[in-house]
């Protein structure tokens, strides 16, 4: 046939062009590159994970189209996913095939190290103990050190899990515990560890999970009456990476289980990696003896980033999409979403989007309003402390006060307000809500949430409290 990846791809482009947008075309077409033609299936390269999502839910049926009509009934699509980068010759890579086409394309037509990347974790339980078993180490392979961009908030705990991933146990940050803020980085840094172990390290055991699920495993050990499984399990990864260790709060079990795993680990020079929203000093319900241990190696903290750093994440950004935007722009950008680089990201997914649906070009004003709707939408992420101040202010009592021991109705009052209030606005356990309102367990808490419920359909002026605070703690 003597057609070649690239003779067949511009055919397909010639008849998408014909039917969408040319700037539509230029956005999410030009960028593509053929790189392979085996039998009826084409390997396309694209700049992102992104990338390809968007294609498979906007232009799925188009590709079909335009593939069939060169090569046939059974033609099939293998996406490559890869990351033009500027940080020397590493070019982490993966394959994707279209959900249309996943059932028509076999094993051996994926050439990618990665083909064993499973969404689901492997049950924990098939063969304990044994050495040699497979384990999927649930790492997302777009998530690396390359683009991590280094800045001033993250310099001391990005160098830190470089050094970690060239020397897995071998460093005196072990454990190695990053904290900060909602959407700064911790699980991007978290996994940039284990891919890069796994990338120098092929056979060693990797595995990332999350204290939540690691909570439902161990629970649901000890209804099979198989808990000694469940560590035997634990205790043979090389690299364990544990994210939000901070909802083991008030989780005795499953504190007592990590506890043991991670003293089997330390003893015998395996690395372990935790992330926390707080630093170990300010993490209520979680022994003691954990917390000693958290603090035996590294804490490092990822702090909100600069005005130059969020620049870089979102030129970073731009350049994996392959999308160009004006230097006004992104300064825009960067000026109006300060905290929290998922927004800052989630705003220019958005800008794109709003760009190639309205076939408008990114313009300062449209910049504008998805700025207004990004922050107008994004809840802020409170602390319990800060409710506590809050509450306190509202009444003109100061915090001891509140929680104080003391039965006088109005106090009382407020200091179920705060607990409604954290329940409400905070991930907090009813127990660690409890410790910090007062030293109160959580049936107290419970029974304040109930409370303030029923006042607040009876009392027209305890609905006007609830009114108030609601404004002033979610502004």
Known sequence: MGETAQSVWVKCLSFIQDNITPQAYKTWFEPIKAVKLTDNALSIQVPSKFFYEWLEEHYVKLLKVSLTRELGDNAKLVYVIRMENTYGNKQPFTEKIPSSQRTRISSQDIDSPLRNKSPELKNPFIIPGIRNVKIDSQLNPNYSFDNF????????????????????????????????????????????????????????????????????????????????????????????????????????????????????????????????DKAPVDMQDIEQRLLSRFKWGLSAELQHPDFETRVSIIKNKLYRDGVEMPEDIVEFLANNIKTNIRELEGAIISLIAHSSFNKK????????????????????????????????????????????????????????????????????????IGTQIGKRDHATVLHACKTVNNLSTTDKQFKKFVEDLDKKLTL
């Not at 990053?178 to 796994?198: D, N, P, Q, W, Y």
């Not at 802020?380 to 929680?403: A, G, P």
């Open 149 to 276: 961009l280094e800045g001033d908030s993250n310099r001391l705990a990005r160098n830190a899990g470089m050094a970690v991933s060239n020397k897995p146990g071998g460093t005196s940050f072990n454990p190695l515990l990053v904290f900060g803020g909602v959407g700064l980085g911790k699980t991007h840094l978290a996994h940039s560890i284990g891919v890069e172990v796994k990338d120098k390290y092929p056979e060693k055991t990797v595995l990332y999970i999350s204290a939540e699920k690691f909570t439902q495993q161990y629970i649901e050990s000890v209804k099979k009456n198989n808990r000694n499984d469940f560590i035997h399990f634990y205790q043979i990864i090389d690299v364990l990476i544990v994210d939000d260790i901070q909802l083991l709060s008030g989780k005795a079990g499953t504190q007592d289980v990590f506890f043991h795993i991670f003293n089997h680990l330390h003893q015998n020079g395996k690395q372990v990696i935790l992330t926390s």
């Open 361 to 432: 070009n990114i313009t300062i004003e449209l910049a504008k309003k998805i700025v207004q709707n990004y922050v107008k939408h994004t809840k802020k992420e409170v602390s319990i402390e800060y409710i506590q101040k809050v509450v306190s202010d509202y009444f003109q009592m100061d915090v001891e006060t509140l929680q104080s021991k003391t039965r006088k109705r109005h106090i009382v009052q407020a200091r179920q307000l705060a607990m409604f209030f954290a329940k409400k606005l905070t991930k907090a356990s009813l127990a660690s």
